[in-house]
T-cell receptor, first 113, second 112 residues
């Protein structure tokens, strides 16, 4: 079974600075998808970014980018120019062959003004 | 805009009184999922529908049931809610390829 590990329960970043959230996963599959979801206090899960394992190029979405290291099974999220609205719980997730999401435990991101 | 809608956003029920949570989607997705999320935890998959094909997770209590009368709607029925069932319930959808799941805003259930 796949597992997803987020080793940072909480992170803090100053507004306008850059922060990186870590995620590692374990799988024997070669083709899969990885995701970062954001969950603000409203509790709606919002897709931040998606990475297909077969793509070597790291995904980017505006201020959000990932560092995908397939051999190391690492999938970190970098948030540039952090904004107050980025404060939320961030979940790393792996989509397995059964189309089910395996979530990490989450990282709470705090943004200081 | 295409979206996933959950009603109600907040639901209060009494211990043991059946309750139904609703999810609808305008994305025309084949797959619909129900998750339970307790405070400060990751969502836990309860079950999902692939079209009309129901797939229950092995550790989902019998107290939880689901119905999907058509592509757009899916319901979560809790037959006899206990205090431990108080949680946020998230509905999500995906296409048949299932690359990405899109979530609704959730229903927060309180059991008195």
């Amino acid at each position: 079974a796949q597992t997803v590990t987020q080793s940072q329960p909480e992170m803090s970043v100053q507004e306008a600075e850059t922060v990186t959230l870590s995620c590692t996963y374990d799988t024997s599959e070669s083709d899969y998808y990885l995701f970062w979801y954001k969950q603000p206090p409203s509790r709606q899960m919002i897709l931040v970014i998606r990475q297909e394992a077969y793509k070597q190029q790291n995904a980017t979405e505006n201020r959000f980018s990932v560092n995908f290291q397939k051999a190391a099974k690492s999938f970190s999220l970098k948030i540039s120019d952090s904004q107050l609205g980025d404060a939320a719980m961030y979940f790393c997730a792996y989509r397995n062959r059964g189309n089910k999401l395996v979530f990490g435990a989450g990282t709470i991101l705090r943004v200081k003004s | 805009d295409a979206m996933v809608i959950q009603n109600p956003r907040y639901q209060v029920t009494q211990f043991g009184k059946p309750v139904t949570l609703s999810c609808s989607q305008t994305l025309n997705h084949n797959v619909m999922y129900w998750y339970q999320q307790k405070s400060s935890q990751a969502p836990k998959l309860l079950f999902h529908y692939y079209d009309k094909d129901f797939n229950n997770e092995a550790d989902t209590p019998d107290n939880f049931q689901s119905r999907r009368p058509n592509t757009s709607f899916c319901f979560l029925d809790i037959r006899s809610p206990g205090l431990g069932d108080a949680a946020m319930y998230l509905c999500a959808t995906s296409s048949s390829k299932g690359e990405t799941q899109y979530f609704g805003p959730g229903t927060r259930l309180l059991v008195l």
